[in-house]
């Protein structure tokens, strides 16, 4: 799957490798992009491609409550085209999100270990978007990444991986008039990754900043603690610290 990716590129450069026509606000580079944060697209507009703000987390125009519709931050490749929920997207909307790796977490004995992948150049997620029309005429632009069965590195970490689209074919994947869904997914590919592991404070959303890009220093084993006299009693436990966003 694809739950947490990075964009760490200037914004010129962006703008450059996906000639985008529209001014864009700077932005600083993000090492921690997460679900229902707005994320960088690009998408066909009537004067060229725009690279424009969107809410990771799709949402059909159709629903009517959003409470109560899961949070679709993916959707496969092989039914996206035959799913009510994306088949018009997939046919119209497709769209990029520029990225320069994506994470994923594998288990290392009693932790769950973040890495990152990256293919040593910048990649273009392959994506669908929707405008979810709300009830006091409010509207919304949300996003959803395709993704395929995983191969190479990417198996060893999950089954599943993010679908990005070559540079070569950024023209055909975003121009609407190609409206056949399936032919659609010829234009899409799985880039070759390298995996290496970063920090697990990765692992929360609020973290933000380069820090979290150095792997966790391999402490030394903990020793083995005395065995305590039965008169003698255990020690109070301390209060839980409260967590705060932190910027590394």
């Known amino acids: 799957m694809c739950g947490r990716y990075n ?14 026509v529209n001014e864009v606000e700077p932005f600083p580079p993000r090492y921690n992009i997460a679900p229902t944060q707005p994320v960088h697209v690009v998408r ?4 060229g491609r ?5 809410k990771w987390g799709f949402m059909p125009s159709w629903v009517k409550d959003p409470a109560k519709f899961p949070l679709l931050i993916n959707a496969r490749s092989e039914t996206a085209a035959e799913k009510p929920a994306f088949r018009n997207a997939m046919r119209r909307r497709r769209v990029l999100l ?22 040593g150049h910048p990649i273009a997620l392959a994506g669908i978007y929707e405008t979810w029309h709300g009830p006091n005429g409010e509207e919304v632009d949300t996003v959803a990444v395709l993704t395929g069965e995983a191969l190479g590195v990417a198996a060893d970490y999950h089954d599943r ?15 609407p ?38 792997p966790d220093p391999e402490g030394p ?15 109070a436990e301390a209060e839980p610290e409260e967590v705060q966003p932190r910027l590394l």
């Open 7 to 20: 964009l760490t590129l200037p914004v010129e450069a962006v703008r450059q490798l996906f000639a985008v």
């Open 44 to 47: 066909h507009g009537p004067h």
């Open 50 to 54: 725009e690279l424009v703000l969107m």
């Open 98 to 119: 520029p990225a320069t790796g994506y994470y994923e977490w594998k288990r290392e004995g009693n932790r769950k270990v973040p890495f990152v992948f990256e293919a």
């Open 161 to 175: 991986m993010p679908l990005t689209v070559p540079p070569a074919d950024f023209a055909e994947w975003l121009d």
């Open 177 to 214: 008039a190609n409206d056949d869904a399936a032919k659609a997914l010829v234009w899409t590919d799985r880039d070759d990754y390298t995996a290496h592991p970063v920090s697990t404070l990765l692992s929360n959303a609020r973290n933000e900043g380069a820090g979290l890009m150095t």
């Open 221 to 235: 084993p903990e020793p083995r603690a005395a065995r305590r006299r039965q008169t003698e009693p255990p020690p």
